[in-house]
């Protein structure tokens, strides 16, 4: 990685940063899902930042891959668990953070537990360190406190313009021995629950990306294309084109393009036995010696 590289990547996790502790504010109970989405990513665009994916906004058992779509009405309650996953880029490099917070009061243990598994695992990561260790300790801190890792997901190197790259770090222990580099880029993302410990998909989806630019007989559909296309791949939500096409044919269109194999969707993540979920996110520059925390 050289040194422009790594400039822009510590640029995009300094706004992520700084916009992830401003967002923690504007978690508050009667907020609608849709507004708190909308001035977070206005916030990262103010800062200088641009969006590396939609920001999520996670409620209760809703685990990953869930903004809110154009016409959503989901308001927070003071019962429920909401988690912020956001991402930056600056020209392409993604700093990629998510924090979650208790209304409730209820769930402290479960946010204590999660966040001392992000902070070993950050302890843990330097050249040649096994991602299977990292999912070990993970799981031996989520469990030994009650709870269970999110088996099913994992942490992932990120790249230019590629927020899942090569490398997978899971929660849990696994077979595999993948050996971490100098100079990854990797968001290390633990997620802890008092469910079952798995996610599964839901059906209908808001959160999309471009596979191949390719031809299509839909004129909507070409609009929508071009717009995305700029994003070099980047995911998007469809939310942000609902003043440039008929939002009612919004999902009509991005269906269509998933089936020509145009467009990739990201359904919500759900977790399976409907568990709270709790998520704390960093990115993380692999060094000589250990890493540096960007977010």
């Known amino acids: 990685m050289d040194s422009?590289?790594?400039?822009?990547?510590?640029?995009?996790?300094?706004?992520?940063?700084?916009?992830?502790?401003?967002?923690?504010?504007l978690v508050k109970p009667g907020v609608k899902a849709f507004d708190l989405a909308e001035k977070i990513e206005d916030k990262i665009l103010k800062e200088g930042g641009s969006l590396a994916f939609p920001v999520n906004v996670c409620i209760n058992d809703v685990t990953a891959h869930y903004t809110p779509k154009y016409n959503d009405t989901t308001v927070l309650g003071g019962s429920d668990l909401v988690s912020i996953d956001l991402g930056v880029h600056v020209d392409g490099f993604i700093a990629d953070t998510a924090c979650s917070v208790d209304l409730s009061g209820k769930y402290s243990k479960l946010l204590e537990c999660n966040k001392a598994a992000l902070e070993e695992s950050i302890k843990l990561v330097k050249p040649g360190v096994s991602v299977s260790r990292i999912g070990e300790t993970v799981q031996s801190i989520i469990t030994k406190a009650g709870f269970k890792p999110i088996e099913n997901l994992t942490g992932h190197e990120v790249k230019k313009y590629d927020l899942h790259a090569g490398?997978?770090?899971?929660?849990?222990?696994?077979?595999?021995?993948?050996?971490?580099?100098?100079?990854?880029?990797i968001a290390l993302e633990p997620f802890a629950t008092n469910g079952y410990g798995r996610v599964v998909e839901a059906k209908a989806a808001e959160i999309f990306s471009i596979l191949n630019d390719k031809p299509t007989r839909m004129r909507e559909a070409r609009i929508l294309i071009d717009e995305v296309s700029e994003r070099e791949g980047l995911p998007f939500a469809l939310r942000w084109y609902a003043k440039k096409i008929n939002p009612l044919k919004l999902n009509l269109i991005a269906n269509q393009l998933v089936s020509e194999k145009i467009?990739?969707?990201?359904?919500?993540?759900?977790e399976k036995e409907k568990g709270v979920v709790s998520q704390f996110e960093h990115t993380v520059l692999v060094t000589k010696d250990g890493c540096e925390v960007t977010t």
């Open 167 to 185: 490398l997978a770090v899971p929660n849990i222990k696994v077979p595999y021995d993948w050996k971490i580099q100098e100079g990854m880029a």
């Open 263 to 270: 467009l990739r969707s990201y359904p919500p993540l759900h």
């Open 4 to 25: 422009v590289d790594a400039e822009n990547y510590r640029k995009a996790g300094e706004i992520a940063r700084k916009v992830r502790e401003w967002s923690v504010g």
